[in-house]
């Protein structure tokens, strides 16, 4: 989320204070990488809050001052994947004018007040010391109950499988070009709103590449775009077009693979399509399956030996 375009256009019109907590599970690697964020982003102020007690600090809270009123976000999800997509989780969005919103301002500031002595830049060494005796935490609190294997395959969290050809549209096929019905049905956005969706290429050898946060595109020609990393720079095939091959997983995010005609898979996915293809001859060719179909058609994907924990 902190490394997302959408986050530093919002840091362009304000401010933002994050705190977290420092004991059980946060890490090195997470405050090494709180530390990088930040030094880039002068306007995100990162604090980390050291307990003087035994109790955890597990607030799960997000306010935003208007000036009018102030919105609070409460709920019970960690900001993990888990937590945020795929988890059975409760949340409450507040907006609160008037008294309601200067008594709310008012308890978040006392006590954010009356912590200050344990309020630390991330930069503070006694930060990464704190987490250095997390190592291991939360490593063994997912294992202890867990008994199927440590790295399953995707296989099993995929929702659908979408196989589509991407049109050229112009010399920027990047942008992919997708039908209403796909748009929304299998992408998940809405026409008139700007949603967006995360994607992670996984190439030939099966390396899952990084994430891609891409903003919904509608233009007036009714075309209904995101862009694919995969495919920038890319000269556009003329013995075929490209094909796509894009995995719904059950935390909302995608896997997709890019392949063009020279590419192995692209005659078995090809000939998927060719046998499952209803519409006009003049369209591009888009098909929804689930995931048995496209893995017996094309069984040697690297897709399908994708592990999760790498995502």
């Not at 019905?181 to 998940?188: A, D, H, I, L, P």
């Not at 040697?300 to 030996?305: A, E, F, I, R, Y």
């Amino acid at each position: 989320m902190l490394e997302d375009d959408a986050f530093d256009e919002f840091l362009l019109a304000g401010n933002f204070r994050l705190f977290v907590g420092t004991d059980s599970i946060t890490d090195p690697p997470a405050v090494d990488k709180l530390v990088e964020i930040s030094t880039k982003r002068p306007r995100l102020d990162v604090r980390a809050f050291m307990s003087p007690t035994p109790s955890l600090f597990h607030p799960k809270m997000a306010w935003f001052e208007h000036d009018k009123y102030l919105s609070l976000i409460v709920g019970s999800g960690n900001l993990t994947m888990g937590g945020l997509r795929s988890n059975w989780e409760a949340f409450v969005s507040l907006k609160l004018t008037g008294e309601d919103k200067q008594d709310a301002l008012s308890q978040i500031e006392a006590f954010l007040t009356s912590v200050t002595d344990h309020l630390l830049p991330i930069t503070d060494p006694r930060v990464r010391d704190r987490a250095e005796q997390n190592t291991g935490n939360e490593r063994s609190l997912r294992t202890t109950h867990i008994t199927t294997p440590a790295r399953p395959t995707v296989v099993p969290s995929v929702e659908e499988v979408l196989v589509a050809e991407i049109p050229k549209a112009g010399d920027r096929w990047a942008q992919a070009n997708f039908d209403l019905e796909n748009y929304e049905g299998f992408f998940g956005a809405k026409v008139g709103s700007h949603r967006r969706i995360s994607l992670h290429h996984v190439d030939s050898s099966g390396t899952v590449g990084e994430m891609e946060s891409r903003p919904s595109v509608e233009v007036v020609s009714q075309n209904y775009r995101f862009e694919l990393a995969a495919a920038r720079g890319r000269a556009y095939p003329t013995a075929g077009p490209p094909i796509g091959v894009f995995l719904r997983l059950a935390t909302g995010e995608f896997l997709y693979s890019l392949l063009l005609p020279e590419d192995p898979g692209y005659a078995a996915i090809d000939q998927l399509l060719a046998a499952s293809w209803h519409g006009r001859p003049d369209r591009k060719r888009r098909v929804r399956f689930n995931a048995v179909q496209v893995q017996t058609a094309w069984p040697d994907s690297p897709l399908w030996n994708v592990a999760l924990p790498a995502l």
